[in-house]
Structure formats: structure tokens, C-alpha cells
């Protein structure tokens, strides 16, 4: 008889693992506690509207080339890609704003038009760039970092020199770029790591050659798109997905997980994989002896930011906002300074605005425009509905102040989510959006552990286990931690 194998949340690292552990011939069971999978990236509807609930961005189509090519499918047998152009708009202000155009000829023109020489020096940032995505994308995130044997190749030491892993990613833009708009547009994607360019390894300039050189993408239909299909393929493989199972306790007995309990039954396992928020299983469902990491460990650890969203459905086109639109008209080093250095809510925060209804009709009733607005914060605020109110009209004031018309008198559908929802939906440790942040103390072996280390048939996957937060590293965490089970439980 196969071995069972319990995955604890449908997210996408829980899908993957779930559907390569399946694919391997285990007998798969998911316990999502969620009326619906996809975890972070569900999705609802209200009043004709369609809103992705998290993730907005789909960067690294090759990641996701690769996981469907593990199972010989391809994404377009299950949704339609399209290249977004311009990827995206940064708006400094009222009257000042850049569209980043795909293509990087079109991009070199447009840094040699705000910086002289600019052009040159954007191609040998991304040829760098694209040396260490190829090694960070093909090899270091494969990596189940529980050893540091793994890293012991000279290839790899080879690599790790030119990967710039101890210089920081502001010092390293600074070398090739010197106008403050180039250096914002460049440090843009560091932010997705969770950490200030200054805290996070140059390594991640491999971020810039996923935007630039690869592109920004939509999957028709929106986000949602990606996990209709992989619960599809893994519904094909064999996983049984049991929904509104939220798991309160896995039992352990001589080291070994025996079983897990969730509010609706008991089910035997003979290995457990988590794919819930790390701090929560291993705090929450593992008795105290039996934990990873102690309380004094989870307080040192430096999270993402969480978020304060908005999901607007509104009553008339906006012509000026593009599919992506990111208001850096205030200074990020006050802002990044109330998420990481100082804790609290923000003075004046920059903010992204997504309007997919710019590309996907099919988001929005005829004649309306669906608009996202995110804006990070730091973990564990107060979160009331006053202080979501008064964030909703400052930023608002900012975006009428830049499309020039009222759009707040046009909204016919308007719901928010920050701390309290990401805590009782995810369960996610002090509200936490995107995991812990990418620094050099927090990448690789220094991450939470893939296995637990006391009971020998528990492993974790997910955005705050190897290799980090984002859709493409959840979906090779799942993937990664597959192996790791495939290699131990035969
Ligand atoms: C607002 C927002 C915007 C983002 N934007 C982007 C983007 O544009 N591009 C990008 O690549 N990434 C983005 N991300 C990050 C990306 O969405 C996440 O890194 C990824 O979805 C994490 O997947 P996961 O499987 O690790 O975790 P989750 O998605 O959190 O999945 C964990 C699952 O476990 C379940 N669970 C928790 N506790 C229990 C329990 N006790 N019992 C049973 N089930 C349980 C949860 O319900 C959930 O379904 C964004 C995230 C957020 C929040």
C-alpha cells in the first residue's frame, strides 16, 4: 500500500507538494481549512466583479513552465498568458509619471533619456543580473538548504563569488546608475523580497532581469487562472483536496507524526507536510517538545511587511491608470523606516494600484474598472476599520490628485483586508502578507528548516521555509519538499 501522506493547506507550495508527491504514487490527502483553495491567492466575486485577493504580479514565467513541465503539461493547456506593455507605470507625483515599456531596447531608450549613458549600464547590469538568475534559478532555490554540504561544490563556491551575496543591492544600483528615478525604478522589485534594498544581498538583482529581460505577465481570467490549475492537474494525479478542515493539533508519539486532527475528523498519516504559515504549525499544532524553534527564535525573525488592501469595484473607466501602477510620490526611506526600524503605521506611505480590468475584461461589468490597492505595512499593527478608513482616503486623495477625476463617488463595491483578516484566514504569524524577508541572515541554511529536527516524518514547505516568499519560489518549496519526502519515505 502506498504511504499517506498529509499536506496541511492548499496554497501553492501545499498544491505542489501534494501533486508531485502524487505523481510519485503516495496516496495524498489535503487539509485546507478554507472554504476554497489557493490560500493567499483566493479569489471572490461581488456586484459583476472578479478580485484576486493577493497576488497580482506573475514574473518568472519559466518557473511556472517548469512545474507544469514536471507533470508534461504546459501553463496554455490550462490558461492564456499575456505580456503586459508598458509592465507597468511609477507615478512620482500629480504631473510625473514613467511607463516602463516591455522589450529591453525600449527600456535602454528610456534610461538614456533620463540618464546619459544609462543605456550601457543597464545592459551590463542585466547581463550580471542574468548570470545570477540562472544560477539562483536553476540551482541555489533547488536547494533544500538542510545541509551546508549541499553548497560544498567548487562549482557552487565559484558561483557564490560572482553572485555578490555580501554586498548589499542599494550599493550595487549605485555603481551603475546615479538619477534617483532610475535607482527607485531599479530598487522597485527588491520590494517584493520584504526587505530595504540596503538589507537585501545584491544577488537579488536577479529580480531586475525577471522583470525586465523576462517580463511582466497576466493570466486571462486573472491570478486565480494559476490555482484553478494546479488543483486540476493534482485532482488528475490522484490528490483528494478536503476543504474547511482547519487542522488543530498533529499528534506525535516515539518522533513520529501519527496523526492529524482538524475540527471535522482524525485522519493517520504516514507523513506530514505543512504547508500552512511555518510559525503556526510549528507553534500552534506540535507540542511544545516537539518544536522546531522557540518563541525567542520567532521574535528575532525580521518578517515582510503585511499589507492594507482594497478591492474597489467602480462604476466608469479610469483612463489614466494603466494595468499596474505604483505611486512612489513620497520618500520610501520614511516609509521603510515605519515597516522595519520603527514599527507603525505609516506617515505617508507609497502604494500600488492594480486595475486588471485594463487588460481583462472579463474582471469588471461592461464599463467599469476593477481597482486593488495595496499598501505595505508593518506586521502586527493595530488594525481597526478607522485607521483602514483613514488610510483609504489618503491614499485616494493621491490617486484622484494623479487621474485627475473623483473616483470615490463612483465605487459600487469597496471591501479592505489587512492584519486581522491575513491572522484569521492564514493564521499567519503577527499578519504577515508575503513570509519572512529575503536578508542575508534569512536566506538559504538561515531559513526555518524544511524538516523538523525532532519528529522524522515532519516537513514544512511554504513562503517561510526555502526558498522564500512570491508565487514561482512557493511553487519549487512544494516541489523541493516533495523530493525531501521521496528521498526519506520510499
Ligand atoms: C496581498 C499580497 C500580494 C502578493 N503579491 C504577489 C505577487 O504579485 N506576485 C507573487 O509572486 N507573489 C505575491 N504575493 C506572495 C504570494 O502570494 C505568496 O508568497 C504565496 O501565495 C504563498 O503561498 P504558500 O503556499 O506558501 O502560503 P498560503 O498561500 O498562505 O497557503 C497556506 C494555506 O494553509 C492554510 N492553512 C493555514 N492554517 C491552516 C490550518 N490550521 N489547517 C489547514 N489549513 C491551514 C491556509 O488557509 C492557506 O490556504 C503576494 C501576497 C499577498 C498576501
Avoid at 502578507?433 to 542575508?440: D, E, K, R, S
Wanted: charged share 20%; with cysteine.
Amino acid at each position: 500500500m502506498p504511504q499517506r501522506i498529509l499536506v496541511i493547506g492548499a496554497g501553492f507550495a501545499g498544491l505542489a507538494a501534494a501533486t508531485s508527491l502524487a505523481n510519485k504514487g503516495y496516496d495524498v490527502t489535503i487539509l485546507e481549512k478554507n472554504s476554497m483553495p489557493g490560500g493567499r491567492a483566493r479569489v471572490f466575486q461581488a456586484n459583476g466583479f472578479t478580485f484576486d485577493m493577493g497576488p497580482s504580479w506573475y514574473w518568472m514565467p519559466d518557473v511556472f513552465e517548469t512545474y507544469f513541465a514536471r507533470f508534461n503539461k504546459k501553463p496554455s493547456d490550462y490558461y492564456q498568458l499575456v505580456r503586459l506593455d508598458p509592465s507597468y507605470k511609477v507615478i512620482f507625483g500629480p504631473n510625473e509619471a514613467i511607463d516602463l515599456p516591455a522589450g529591453l531596447e525600449n527600456l535602454e531608450n528610456l534610461f538614456e533619456q533620463i540618464e546619459p549613458g544609462s543605456a550601457l549600464q543597464l545592459r551590463t547590469f542585466l547581463t550580471q543580473a542574468s548570470y545570477k538568475y540562472k544560477v539562483g534559478i536553476n540551482n541555489f532555490v533547488w536547494k533544500p538548504s538542510r545541509s551546508i554540504r549541499e553548497f560544498l561544490s567548487l562549482k557552487l563556491l565559484y558561483d557564490v563569488t560572482r553572485l555578490d551575496v555580501f554586498q548589499s543591492f542599494a550599493s550595487h544600483a549605485r555603481k551603475f546608475f546615479k538619477h534617483p528615478r532610475l535607482l527607485e525604478i531599479v530598487e522597485f522589485p527588491i520590494l517584493f523580497l520584504g526587505a530595504t534594498p540596503a538589507n537585501t544581498p545584491a544577488m537579488y538583482s536577479l529580480m531586475n532581469y525577471a522583470e525586465m529581460a523576462l517580463g511582466t505577465w497576466y493570466p486571462m481570467g486573472g491570478m486565480y487562472e494559476i490555482v484553478k490549475a494546479m488543483v486540476s492537474l493534482a485532482e488528475e494525479k490522484g490528490v483528494k483536496l478536503l476543504l474547511n478542515q482547519n487542522v488543530q493539533q498533529i499528534e506525535i508519539a516515539q518522533g513520529k507524526a501519527k496523526r492529524v486532527i482538524t475540527n471535522q475528523g482524525i485522519f493517520e498519516a504516514d507523513v506530514v507536510v505543512a504547508g500552512a504559515d511555518y510559525n503556526h504549525v510549528d507553534t500552534n499544532l506540535v507540542d511544545p517538545p516537539n518544536r522546531n524553534y522557540d518563541e525567542n527564535y520567532w521574535q528575532k525573525r525580521v518578517m515582510a511587511p503585511s499589507s492594507l488592501l482594497f478591492y474597489l469595484g467602480v462604476n466608469k473607466r479610469v483612463p489614466r491608470l494603466e494595468h499596474h501602477n505604483l505611486f512612489f510620490d513620497e520618500d520610501f526611506s520614511v516609509h521603510a523606516q515605519e515597516i522595519y526600524e520603527t514599527p507603525r503605521w505609516p506617515t505617508k506611505p507609497l502604494f500600488y494600484a492594480s486595475a486588471p480590468s485594463k487588460t481583462d475584461s472579463g474582471v469588471a461589468p461592461y464599463g467599469c474598472e476593477n481597482i486593488f490597492l495595496l499598501i505595505p505595512v508593518a506586521p502586527d499593527l493595530q488594525d481597526d476599520d478607522a485607521t483602514r478608513e483613514y488610510y483609504f482616503n489618503l491614499i485616494m486623495d493621491r490617486l484622484e490628485a494623479y487621474v485627475g477625476e473623483d473616483i470615490r463617488s463612483h465605487i459600487i463595491y469597496k471591501r479592505s483586508y489587512a492584519h486581522r483578516d491575513f491572522k484569521n484566514d492564514y493564521n499567519a504569524f503577527r499578519g504577515n502578507a508575503y513570509g519572512l524577508a529575503n536578508t542575508l541572515r534569512q536566506t538559504a541554511l538561515l531559513k526555518p528548516s524544511m524538516k523538523n529536527k525532532k519528529v522524522n516524518n515532519l516537513f514544512y514547505t511554504g513562503q517561510l521555509t526555502v526558498p522564500g516568499p512570491g508565487v514561482p519560489p512557493s511553487l519549487i518549496s512544494g516541489l523541493v519538499v516533495a523530493d525531501e519526502v521521496a528521498r526519506e519515505f520510499v
